[in-house]
């Protein structure tokens, strides 16, 4: 149930929120790097990408991100889950301390950086503007185990994980006391 409710969750995240911005984040970040950048400012870009392609043009690389961030948070939910069980010893009643919370989710995080960083990878490139070159979500992940090999799945594991362990153990921590506020609010 925590992988399923933890799949929902990013897939809903991937598709109202996180495809979007990042398609537009990967676009800006090609296009400053490419020698005669043409966007002249986050509104100019996000105009001029939906004017060349439509609202489609802000969606590139949607099933990559859904898969990205379904499994994403499907790891996230289940492993911090499954560890506070094994640290509550069976007794449901138990206090995690925040601390502990804040291990849990780094600990979470890196699961998910190492269990996903792959999907990333194919999701950047397929959000980028070099992106019609692949035909698809998979031709995209078989053109880059063909022309770069096992590790180009991996590149930029090492920034992404220092980045996601902390920012998983700030956002469990905070969950968890939110979660304590609203059961003394609303007793459940």
Known sequence: MRLLCGLGAGVCEAIFAVTPMETVKVKFINDQNSAKPKFKGFAHGVREIVREQGIRGTYQGLTATIIK??????????????????????????????????????????????????????????????????????????????NEGFKAFYKGTVPRLSRVCLDVAITFMIYDSFMDLFNKVWKT
């Open 69 to 146: 961030q379904g499994s994403n948070q499907a790891i996230r939910f289940f492993v911090m889950e499954t560890l506070k069980d094994w640290y509550r010893g069976g007794d449901p009643t138990k206090h995690v301390n925040k601390l502990v919370v804040g291990g849990f989710g780094a600990i979470a995080g890196a699961a998910s950086v190492f269990g996903n960083t792959p999907v990333d990878v194919v999701k950047t490139r397929m959000q980028g503007l070099d992106a019609a070159k692949y035909k698809s979500t998979l031709d995209c992940a078989l053109q880059i185990a063909k």
